[in-house]
């Protein structure tokens, strides 16, 4: 029937884009939407000289904002310098820029970076599960709240006690989130969560209906669907480099803050970084499978060396099998959102093993076999 020509690599083709967008849907809610990784992540943003150096200045911006500095300063002064210290001040912003970077590498104040991340985002999530009342406080946005980074940056400035005390409540607060974004992410965040494996399974149901069509080329169509999966982990890969280099420009003009959002980019799409190296894994996986089950002289070759050991010793083979997926599951997060796609992966490359085994086994039959055969 002319329509199983073309109906199989159609499959193909549109399971490929679907699972381009399945590996960015991944990436969203892997990052976005788990605090864990979330707060992760965000310990390693201060890590980064230059997003900490970023830092610095806001909090010093924020405490010269928020506090009169120089008032605070005249009342240490002796009379006669009393007149200098709006001047002196001034002068003294770029050393406290710099006394912050240094009170940020400190793994006390760090420690209360992570806290401040995961406080934001567990109020991010507990308002799209419907807790309002985690956002009662800041008037219904989702907010980074620094004030105590401020505070320890105030401290090593010499500012304590009612000063401290008066600074306004927003001070130090980052808006993340405001309420009319929050409605927006929250029914983005129903789509996400049910696409999450739907999305997976349609693109595995896709393959595996495009091979089963496919009689008698579907060593072929499995080729196919291992390069379609190459070519989607290069494109996320891709998209992962080149993106950041567009947002980079679109956020910022100013050469000194190309490098900290540049630097953002990078570590909140190291998870997006490891899905794309992960297809292409899974795609060079399959690729190989459709190999060594054709009809070429090597894969010829290596079935019937491997042959003894298929038929005589096939834990081994097993043996192997699992050594590379433990490799696979180890060389990333082991959270449950990839576990299960790894256990399908598992499932499959165990199948493909027993399939390949018993046919080397026919193909390449024990002597004894072969005699009785012939006979």
Not at 56 to 84: F, H, M, N
Not at 185 to 207: E, I, M, N, Q
Not at 292 to 298: D, E, N, P, T
């Amino acid at each position: 029937m002319a329509w199983r020509r073309w109906v199989p690599w159609t499959l193909v083709v549109i399971a490929a884009v679907i699972g381009l967008v399945a590996a960015l849907n991944v990436w969203v809610k892997r990052q976005a939407l788990s605090t864990d990784n979330w707060t992760n992540s965000s310990a390693q943003l201060l890590e980064n000289d230059k997003i900490r150096g970023a830092l610095s200045v806001y909090l010093v911006d924020q405490l010269y904002a928020k506090v009169d500095v120089a008032a605070a300063l005249e009342q240490r002064l002796p009379p006669q310098a009393k007149g200098l210290a709006p001047t002196i001040a001034g002068a003294l912003h770029d050393p406290a820029v710099r006394a912050t970077n240094a009170l940020l590498e400190r793994p006390r104040v760090q420690q209360l970076w992570r806290e401040a991340n995961r406080r934001a985002h567990q109020a991010f999530i507990a308002f799209l599960d419907g807790k309002h009342d985690r956002l009662v406080s800041t008037n219904g946005q989702v907010v980074l709240d620094l004030k105590p980074l401020l505070e320890q940056a105030a401290g090593r400035f010499g500012l304590s006690g009612e000063r401290l005390q008066n600074l306004p409540p927003d001070a130090g607060q980052i808006v993340i989130l405001k309420g009319n974004q929050l409605e927006t992410a929250r029914r983005a965040v129903k789509v996400l969560r049910v696409l999450s494996y739907f999305l997976l399974f349609l693109v595995l149901a896709l393959f595996a209906a495009a091979v089963y069509l496919a009689q008698g080329r579907r060593l072929r169509l499995l080729m196919a669907c291992g390069v379609s999966l190459l070519i989607v982990g290069l494109i996320v890969l891709v998209v992962r480099r080149y993106a950041g280099n567009y947002l980079v420009d679109a956020l910022t003009t100013t050469p000194e803050g190309k490098d900290p959002v540049s630097a953002v980019w990078a570590i909140e799409t190291n998870l997006l970084r490891n899905v794309g190296i992960n297809i292409v894994v899974y795609g060079i996986g399959i690729m190989f499978a459709a190999w060594i089950a054709g009809a070429s002289r090597a894969a010829t070759w290596v079935r019937r060396e491997l042959a003894p050991t298929m038929r005589d010793h096939p834990v081994v083979i097993y043996g192997a099998v699992a050594l590379v997926l433990f490799i696979v599951l180890i060389t990333g997060p082991t959270d449950a959102q990839r576990i299960f796609p790894l256990l399908i992966l598992f499932g499959f490359a165990f199948g493909g093993t027993e399939a390949l085994r018993r046919r080397t086994a026919r193909e390449f039959p024990a002597a004894g076999q072969a005699s009785a055969r012939a006979g």
